[in-house]
């Protein structure tokens, strides 16, 4: 059953490896369209920005730049739509937007994105998933880009009532409209609680996936499960925050387990993930396509035990190494084997003993001359596309 | 003739800057205290433009009452206390920015120095092949 699980996830990941730079602005366009259509939805004030065409191009240039850039744009499109009705609270929006961005945004860049993701979740209750994945794919400071999320999704609901307020531009009336919109703000327990639970749930699973015990991952996402539940219990029955109990515990479960998706695809993708690089020395450019071993067709896998005795030679005094996933090497410039012969090295395919403790050998043994094993040094296999140095100078 | 161990060492030099490179060669060209105490004056002047903005709209918020209050309102008390209440925000957003920020930096030396060990590798290759020129030559 295992085997034909890993040789499923083989597949999926080969098939990954081919379409990866597709696959990842595809999906990223259609979460843009998530997050621009949703914004439109419920702040749909100007039909210009609510058009297909608008969200289209939108999602177009999000998918294709990094995310900062679509939180810029959706921060953008929440202000334009929200200036449409009313210039006063599209003012006082930009500020509590500048004001965020500068307190807390700005400390963790990459983590952006979670600011925009979260209002957007938190239609459909999946909102419980973010700070258990931040806990577990990052550290305490995702604590900042959550709470921004969590204010910017109450923020637009007091925001959609209140920029639809008729006023007229006398001064009392800003005043009044500001006044609200912060009282009812401030007054927003379900806000700080929502604060208060997400940055322990961040802290707990953070702080249980650090250790070194046997399923320290997996109980840390079950601890972030269980003190979201109890968390927001407890604000249900002492603040009086009201919480519907079966739909938190059943998406609290439901985020734990997109949550452990997300984190094995991230973990797995990041390490699986195609390199093309390109770079020169003094004969030629090298043009060089980096692919991760991830071969593990367990049936068909052909695994000989040699008495390391066997294979060691003179020449190959750093067969130590064993470092999995790790593209460094760590071997010391004494232990520096002597350099092979050219045509040693097209007699056999470098064998991987990563994750077996044993030589793996990709080719039949047969085909093998033992004086000319070279054991590798890191987990890529390259395929060179030389172009001969002199001839690109022209 | 191609060396392939050295286009392998030159393709890990080469995803290394490509990915966390980038970033790491960057923090390298500072001293750490410089790299800590740039970004603790960034945060700095971050926290000081959120302050005042916070201020302006806290002012509005609270306009009825100072309109009213007007007269009654001791204004230095007032202004003592928003002044106190920035200085300790500042400190706690720059000592914390210190810290973290310096955590930064060592983070990324520590993968700076295994870089450090292949470009030293690299050199090695090069030295070698030197050599054999020389010896060739001779």
């Known amino acids: 059953m295992i085997t034909i699980i890993l040789e499923i996830r083989e597949i999926i990941l080969k098939a990954y490896q081919k379409i990866r730079a597709v696959v990842n602005p595809v999906v990223k366009f259609f979460f843009a369209l998530l997050v621009f259509s949703s914004i439109n939805s419920s702040l749909g004030f100007d039909?210009?920005?609510t058009k297909i065409s608008i969200v289209v191009i939108l999602s177009v240039v999000s998918a294709i730049t990094p995310n900062a850039v679509m939180a810029f744009l959706a921060m953008l499109l929440i202000l334009l739509q929200v200036y449409s009705v009313n210039l006063f609270v599209a003012v006082l929006l930009l500020f509590i937007f500048i004001i965020l961005y500068a307190m807390l945004l700005r400390f963790s860049p990459k983590e952006v994105i979670v600011a925009v993701a979260l209002p957007v979740l938190a239609k459909y209750n999946l909102h419980y998933a973010i700070p258990i994945l931040m806990g577990?794919?990052?550290?305490?400071?995702?604590?900042?880009?959550?709470?921004?999320?969590?204010?910017?999704?109450?923020?637009?609901?007091?925001?959609?009532?209140?920029?639809?307020?008729?006023?007229?531009?006398?001064?009392?009336?800003?005043?009044e409209l500001y006044t609200d919109i912060f009282d009812s703000l401030i007054a927003n327990k379900q806000m700080i609680m929502m604060i208060v639970v997400f940055s322990i749930v961040i802290t707990v699973v953070w702080f249980i996936r650090r250790f070194a015990f046997d399923y320290s991952f997996e109980i840390s996402l079950g601890a972030g499960v269980m003190v979201n539940i109890l968390g927001f219990l407890i604000a249900d029955l002492k603040y009086d925050v009201t919480v519907t109990i079966g739909t938190l515990i059943?998406?609290?479960?439901?985020?734990?387990a997109i949550a452990m998706v997300c984190d094995y695809m991230k973990r797995v993708l990041d390490y699986t993930a195609?390199?093309?690089?390109?770079?020169?020395?003094?004969?030629?450019?090298?043009?060089?396509?980096?692919?991760?071993?991830?071969?593990?067709?367990?049936?068909?896998?052909?695994?000989?035990?040699?008495?390391?005795?066997?294979?060691?030679?003179?020449?190959?005094?750093?067969?130590?190494?064993?470092?999995?996933?790790?593209?460094?090497?760590?071997?010391?410039?004494?232990?520096?084997?002597?350099?092979?012969?050219?045509?040693?090295?097209?007699?056999?395919?470098?064998?991987?003993y990563r994750n077996s403790g044993s030589v793996k050998l990709l080719?039949?043994?047969?085909?093998?001359?033992?004086?000319?094993?070279?054991?590798?040094?890191?987990?890529?296999e390259e395929e060179l596309l030389l172009t001969d140095g002199e001839e690109d100078d022209k | 003739m191609l060396n392939e161990r050295k286009i392998r060492l030159m393709t890990k030099l080469a995803i290394y800057e490509k990915k966390d490179g980038k970033e790491d060669l960057k923090l390298a060209k500072y001293y750490k205290g410089d790299y800590a105490r740039l970004q603790a004056w960034k945060t700095g002047i971050a926290v000081t433009i959120a302050y005042v903005l916070l201020l302006v709209v806290a002012a509005v918020y609270k306009l009825e009452y100072f309109l009213d209050n007007a007269f009654i309102i001791d204004f230095k008390e007032l202004g003592m206390k928003v002044l106190g209440i920035y200085v300790i925000?500042?400190?706690?957003?720059?000592?914390?920015?210190?810290?973290?920020?310096?955590?930064?930096?060592?983070?990324?030396?520590?993968?700076?120095?295994?870089?450090?060990?292949?470009?030293?590798?690299?050199?090695?290759?090069?030295?070698?092949?030197?050599?054999?020129?020389?010896?060739?030559?001779?």
Do not use: W
């Open chain 2, 89 to 138: 925000v500042l400190t706690v957003y720059v000592v914390i920015a210190m810290l973290g920020y310096s955590l930064k930096y060592a983070a990324s030396r520590k993968k700076l120095a295994k870089y450090f060990r292949m470009l030293r590798k690299l050199n090695h290759f090069y030295l070698v092949e030197d050599g054999v020129v020389k010896e060739d030559e001779e």
């Open chain 1, 47 to 49: 039909p210009k920005f």
């Open chain 1, 250 to 256: 059943l998406m609290s479960v439901v985020s734990g």
């Open chain 1, 136 to 175: 577990s794919i990052s550290n305490p400071v995702s604590i900042l880009p959550t709470v921004c999320g969590v204010v910017i999704y109450h923020l637009l609901d007091v925001v959609k009532v209140a920029a639809t307020r008729e006023i007229s531009r006398k001064i009392d009336d800003v005043v």
């Open chain 1, 274 to 352: 195609v390199e093309r690089v390109q770079f020169e020395d003094d004969d030629y450019y090298y043009y060089v396509k980096a692919v991760p071993k991830v071969n593990i067709s367990l049936r068909e896998m052909d695994i000989k035990h040699y008495n390391r005795s066997a294979v060691d030679g003179e020449d190959y005094e750093d067969e130590d190494e064993t470092e999995d996933e790790d593209y460094e090497p760590e071997f010391s410039e004494e232990d520096e084997p002597e350099e092979p012969e050219e045509e040693d090295v097209k007699e056999y395919r470098a064998p991987s």
């Open chain 1, 363 to 380: 080719g039949k043994p047969s085909d093998l001359e033992e004086d000319s094993i070279e054991l590798p040094e890191d987990d890529y």
